[in-house]
């Protein structure tokens, strides 16, 4: 499901696999089994594992021009739901305009507004957080793995300043 390696980064072969991508959505019961971690991806989750590794660039906009044109509604979840996971601009805006438009089935314009809600109270939550501070919040993680009878889990602590000599 991944960007198979004879196509490489060429920019015209991530396009190519990024459309290739949408196809998934001809087929509604959609489903992909991974045996090694026993896992089912439905269609939503299966586009979102494709497309959301590689750059927006190349599927952001043919996925919001299926989701304008798309009829089917589980094809148009599975859409909305790329689109919020997105996070970008373009994205935001093509939820909202599909929650607003009248002539889409009412239970996708509901997950579209869903999706909104969700991400206002994302933004709320992130305004309330407090600054970033990594050093000090993770310090009680840092201290429960100093424990001396388990030196080999320790980083290498740096030389103190005054082993430090500087030639001239």
């Not at 991400?119 to 201290?143: C, D, I, M, W």
């Amino acid at each position: 499901m991944h960007l198979p390696l004879c196509l490489g980064p060429h920019p015209t072969a991530r396009r190519w696999y990024a459309r290739a991508a949408l196809h998934v959505l001809d087929d509604p019961a959609f489903k992909v089994f991974v045996p090694q971690h026993a896992l089912t991806l439905g269609l939503d989750y299966a586009l979102v594992y494709m497309l959301l590794p590689e750059d927006p660039e190349f599927w952001l906009y043919p996925a919001i021009g299926r989701l304008r044109a798309e009829r089917d509604q589980a094809a148009q979840k599975s859409l909305l739901w790329l689109l919020w996971y997105a996070q970008t601009t373009e994205g935001d805006k093509a939820l909202s305009d599909f929650a607003s438009d009248i002539s889409k089935p009412d239970a996708t314009r509901a997950r579209a507004k869903e999706l909104l809600g969700r991400k206002a109270e994302t933004y709320l939550v992130q305004r309330q957080l407090p600054p970033h501070r990594g050093f000090e919040r993770n310090s009680h993680r840092r201290g429960a793995l100093a424990n001396p009878s388990l030196p080999h889990l320790l980083p290498p602590s740096p030389p103190p300043l005054h082993h430090i000599v500087h030639d001239r």
